[in-house]
C-alpha cells in the first residue's frame, strides 16, 4: 500500500540534545511538507520541499533543519536551539499542486 | 499576509443532523481548498479536494461548496452520525507565484456527534 511513514510515533529527548524524525513516502511524490502542531495553534509550516535537493522555510523554521537527498525521503532535525520542541509533527506529500496533500500519522515529541 | 479562518471552533450535535462547517480566506486568488478529517492523536485524513475552478464536490454525504468572490467554503455533512465526531481543517493552496505549493490551514473546528 502506498502511504507516508513517520517514525517513531513518540519520541523522548532530554533538553540540548539533536533529535531527527523520519518521514518516508512511497507515492512518487515530489513535493514534502514538515508541519508543526499545537493545541489551539492549527498547523504550522516549518519546511517544505518541491523537489529533490532543494527545500524551503516555512513560518516556523528557526531551531530546525532538513535534507531532501532521495525523493522518498524528508527527514527533521530538531535541534538544540528551537526554544519550545514538544508537540505533534505532521509529513507530508503531494504529486501534482492540484492534487491532494497525503499526511503521515504524526510523532510526538516530548523533550523535557 | 494569507489567513484562512473556520468558524465555529467547536460544534456538539445529535446523530441524524445535517450540518455545515465554514471556512473563510482572505484572498480570493486561490488555486485550491482541501478539507480534511483529523481524529485525536493522528495525521490528516483527506476529505474534499476543490479546484478553483470548481463550484463543488460530493464524497458520500459530504459535499463541500467553494465561492471565491466572498472568500468562502462550506463542508455540508448530512445524516450526522457518531463516527463523524472528529477535526475538521480546511486548508487553501493561493495562486500567489512563490507561495503556489504550500497550504495555509485553519484552526479547524472540533465536531462531536453524540447518539
Known amino acids: 500500500d502506498g502511504g507516508i511513514t513517520q517514525s517513531p510515533k513518540y519520541l523522548f529527548r532530554k533538553e540540548g540534545q539533536n533529535v531527527t524524525l523520519s518521514c518516508e513516502q512511497n507515492?512518487?511524490?515530489?513535493?514534502m511538507y514538515w508541519y508543526r502542531q499545537d493545541p489551539g495553534q492549527g498547523l504550522r509550516l516549518i519546511y517544505y520541499?518541491?523537489?529533490?535537493?532543494?527545500?524551503q522555510k516555512g513560518d516556523i523554521a528557526e531551531g530546525y533543519s532538513v535534507s531532501r537527498e532521495k525523493k522518498e525521503s524528508f527527514p527533521l532535525t530538531v535541534t538544540s536551539a528551537q526554544k519550545n520542541p514538544t508537540a505533534f509533527y505532521l509529513c507530508?506529500?503531494?504529486?501534482?499542486?492540484?492534487?491532494?496533500?497525503?499526511f503521515g500519522n504524526g510523532t510526538r515529541l516530548t523533550v523535557t | 499576509k494569507q489567513e484562512v479562518t473556520q468558524i465555529p471552533a467547536a460544534l456538539s450535535v445529535p446523530e441524524g443532523e445535517n450540518l455545515v462547517l465554514n471556512c473563510s480566506f482572505t484572498?480570493?486568488?486561490?488555486?485550491?481548498l482541501q478539507w480534511f478529517r483529523q481524529d485525536p492523536g493522528k495525521g490528516l485524513t483527506s476529505l474534499l479536494l476543490?479546484?478553483?475552478?470548481?463550484r463543488e464536490q460530493t464524497s458520500g454525504r459530504l459535499n463541500a461548496s467553494l465561492d471565491k468572490s466572498s472568500g468562502r467554503s462550506t463542508l455540508y455533512i448530512a445524516a450526522s452520525q457518531p463516527g463523524d465526531s472528529a477535526t475538521y481543517l480546511c486548508?487553501?493552496?493561493?495562486?500567489?507565484?512563490?507561495?503556489?505549493?504550500?497550504?495555509?490551514f485553519g484552526r479547524g473546528t472540533q465536531l462531536t456527534v453524540w447518539p
Open positions: 507530508a506529500s503531494r504529486g501534482p499542486v492540484n492534487s491532494p496533500l497525503h
Open positions: 507515492l512518487n511524490h515530489d513535493a
Open positions: 520541499s518541491q523537489i529533490v535537493n532543494d527545500f
Open positions: 484572498d480570493s486568488a486561490i488555486y485550491n
Open positions: 476543490i479546484q478553483s475552478s470548481q
Open positions: 486548508a487553501v493552496s493561493f495562486d500567489r507565484g512563490s507561495t503556489l505549493g504550500r497550504l495555509y
